[in-house]
Nanobody
Framework: QVQLVESGGGLVQAGGSLRLSCAASGRTFSSYHMGWFRQAPGKEREFVASINRGTGVTDYADSMKGRFTISRDNAKNTVYLQMNSLKPEDTAVYYC???????????????WGQGTQVTVSS
């Protein structure tokens, strides 16, 4: 089992940047696929990005490609989401997630953080 704690959210102007962090507990962080999802008010939760265990292969939702970068530091049990060129439509609660299976397909991930609010002003 793994526990996830996000940080780094906040208020930023359009065009700005934020870096989210997700610290994981436990000794088996490197064995999990890690990723980020987000949920805006009145909308369904959506996939943002993921990074595979082992290979470190990354995957992004189309609207985030070229603007967001996901990375992980297995020595620090942490996954990051660097968000650049932020837009008002990126405003949402961002959730860190982990699972032994790839995150973008199949059932929802088993492990979730509590979420961190990102607000982008126009």
């Amino acid at each position: 089992q793994v526990q996830l704690v996000e940080s780094g959210g906040g208020l930023v102007q359009a065009g700005g940047s934020l870096r989210l962090s997700c610290a994981a507990s436990g000794r088996t962080f490197s064995s999990y696929h890690m990723g980020w999802f987000r949920q805006a008010p009145g909308k369904e939760r959506e996939f943002v990005a993921s990074i595979n265990r082992g290979t470190g292969v990354t995957d992004y939702a189309d609207s985030m490609k070229g603007r967001f970068t996901i990375s992980r530091d297995n020595a620090k049990n942490t996954v990051y989401l660097q968000m650049n060129s932020l837009k008002p439509e990126d405003t949402a609660v961002y959730y860190c997630a982990a699972d032994n299976s790839p995150l973008r397909i199949g059932p929802p991930p088993n492990y979730w953080g509590q979420g961190t609010q990102v607000t982008v002003s126009s």
